[in-house]
Structures are given as structure tokens and as C-alpha cells.
Nanobody, 123 residues
């Protein structure tokens, strides 16, 4: 069984910083891209940042130059450093990982999601 667990959310004032962490654990063979998404009530989940297994990162325009995605040395961990936070960054942040898992007959790549971490930016 595979599990993604996010941590590090909370309440912060505008202009402040937070760091989110995501750890993938369980029975998987390999891990490729990891990503962070966010969602607010009534809206679709939106991509925030992605990072390949080699460390190549991409960002949504709304967070460029403020957020930094990175991978841990163990490769099963991703971080999102969020600086200069704005009230419009308030959302539930989800981690996603592309994992190679063993099935009954063969291995296959599947997307797994964490449970989400609330980030609230407010004075």
C-alpha cells in the first residue's frame, strides 16, 4: 500500500513564509515526477509546481519567483518553500507523485495523492 503524507501547512500573515513537505511511503518500485497542486472551495485543483526525478522544476505563473519546489536526497520526498505569501495563496495544497507499482501481472505507473494541507494567509 502506498501513502503520501503532507505536512507544514498552517496560518501565516501576508508576506510570510511556509514550507510544505510530502513523503511517499509503502510498496512502490520507483518514483518519477512529484508535484504540488492547490484547491479552493468551488474551484478545480490547480497545478502549482512540478519537479522531475532529475530536479527539473516548473511553476505556475502565479507563484514564480515566490515558491520553490525541491526533492529530498531520498527522492521520495518533495518540498514546497513558499515565500512572500499572499491572501490569494490560501488553499488546500495537495502533493502528487508518479509511482511505479507492482500489480498482479505487471508493473505500471500510477498517480498517487496526499490528503492535503491547509494553508491560510491572513492578517
Amino acid at each position: 500500500q502506498v501513502q503520501l503524507v503532507e505536512s507544514g501547512g498552517g496560518l501565516v500573515q501576508p508576506g510570510g513564509s511556509l514550507r510544505l513537505s510530502c513523503v511517499a511511503s509503502g510498496s512502490f518500485v520507483s518514483i518519477a515526477d512529484m508535484a504540488w497542486y492547490r484547491q479552493t472551495p468551488g474551484k478545480e485543483r490547480a497545478l502549482v509546481a512540478t519537479i522531475t526525478s532529475g530536479g527539473l522544476a516548473n511553476y505556475a505563473d502565479s507563484v514564480k519567483d515566490r515558491f520553490t519546489i525541491s526533492r529530498g536526497n531520498a527522492r521520495n520526498t518533495a518540498y514546497l518553500q513558499m515565500n512572500s505569501l499572499k491572501p490569494e495563496d490560501t488553499a488546500v495544497y495537495f502533493c502528487k507523485a508518479d509511482l511505479l507499482v507492482a500489480g498482479a501481472a505487471r508493473m505500471s505507473w500510477k498517480d498517487y495523492w496526499g490528503q492535503g494541507a491547509q494553508v491560510t494567509v491572513s492578517s
